[in-house]
């Protein structure tokens, strides 16, 4: 009798360990394609970036193995190193500037004032505007010389001499910075609108009972029940800073696509070693430095936040 009931006990196991199997094959095969694409996309192009980094290939002949060469190649070349320059002034300058902004349309547009639907939908625009139509009407509001709508502001409001803009080594970072802003600010405001309105009114009924004014509210807590929300767009500000390509390439690329000193970022140069000059273990190695700059600057910034919740 105990081993009829040991093979049932047996036989039970293995049914269920069936219907297992048979389940956890319906969940890969829903996997399978997304991960697939993935693999073959994303996976096995960063792993074969990780080996071109320490070799020396341009994309026809057999790969010739250099190991550290093209790190130390890179940082002998002037150009890598402006491209880098470029990219922190750019990332320095666009971060903080864009949460400013982005936060005071936030909080204007989330008072109760007439039109605030039209406004939310003007300012957010031109982040979904196609980037040719939005930098087209841009270059023509910021034509060099007297000609531009800038221009004639600086000379008839400020008395101030006409700037080149894109086409001044002296300001084309200056424009792509301020296009950066102005294109992107939209979207982060939509975060930030949602934050704000996830704001307790308790907590400002509060305040105001203790005698708060509206620096102080903003100050203790509008600014303090944010921080998630400024350490989002803060994380996804800087990534998207560090990944800045196509701004630069319309507003500074030229008639064909060259791009100098003064505005060239880090994709572009990438881009430029890879598909121009061909040489794709140096594209390659300039790419590793700015995974490892991104990942740095998003490891400090999350010891940051958690050091900050921790207090």
């Known amino acids: 009798m105990s081993n009829d009931t040991a093979d ?11 219907r ?20 073959i996309f994303t996976l096995g192009p960063i792993i074969l970036a990780f080996v071109m980094a320490f070799t020396e290939w ?16 890179l ?5 890598f190193t402006a491209s880098l320059e470029n990219t922190l002034k750019y990332s320095l300058f666009t971060v903080p500037l864009t949460l400013v902004c982005a936060l005071a349309l936030a909080i204007l547009l989330n008072q109760k004032i007439k039109g605030r639907t039209f406004f939310r939908t003007v300012t957010f625009f031109p982040y979904v505007a196609s980037l040719v139509a939005v ?11 007297k000609g531009g709508l800038m221009n004639q502001l600086l000379m008839n409001v400020f008395h101030v001499a006409p700037l080149k803009w894109a086409a001044s080594p002296n300001t084309v970072m200056l424009t792509i910075i301020l296009f950066s802003i102005w294109k992107n600010m939209g979207y982060y405001m939509v975060i930030y609108l949602a934050g704000l ?49 196509d701004i630069v390439y319309m507003l500074a690329g030229g008639s064909n696509g060259v ?3 003064s505005a060239i970022v880090l994709v572009f140069y990438i881009y430029e070693e890879a598909f121009r000059n061909w040489k ?20 400090i910034q999350f010891r940051g936040e958690k050091n900050y919740a921790n207090d």
């Open 197 to 245: 309105q996830g704001i307790s009114e308790d907590l400002y009924e509060a305040a105001s009972l203790d005698g708060a004014n509206s620096w102080q509210k903003f100050l203790y807590v509008t600014l303090p029940q944010l921080k998630p929300t400024t350490f989002f767009v803060s994380v996804m500000l800087t990534i998207s800073c560090f990944k800045i390509y």
């Open 75 to 79: 940082f002998k070349n002037d150009r």
């Open 58 to 73: 341009d994309g026809s002949n057999p790969m010739k193995f250099v190991g550290i060469k093209n790190f130390t190649e």
């Open 259 to 261: 791009v100098n000193k």
């Open 135 to 145: 930098a087209a009407v841009w270059n023509m509001l910021f034509t060099p010389g």
């Open 8 to 18: 049932i006990q047996v036989t039970k196991t293995k049914a269920r360990m069936a």
């Open 280 to 299: 794709l273990g140096s594209a390659s190695a300039a790419a590793l430095i700015l995974f490892a700059i991104v990942l740095v600057i998003t490891l």
């Open 20 to 39: 297992e199997r048979k389940r956890a094959m319906v969940a890969y095969s829903f996997i399978a394609p997304n991960f697939l694409g993935f693999a």
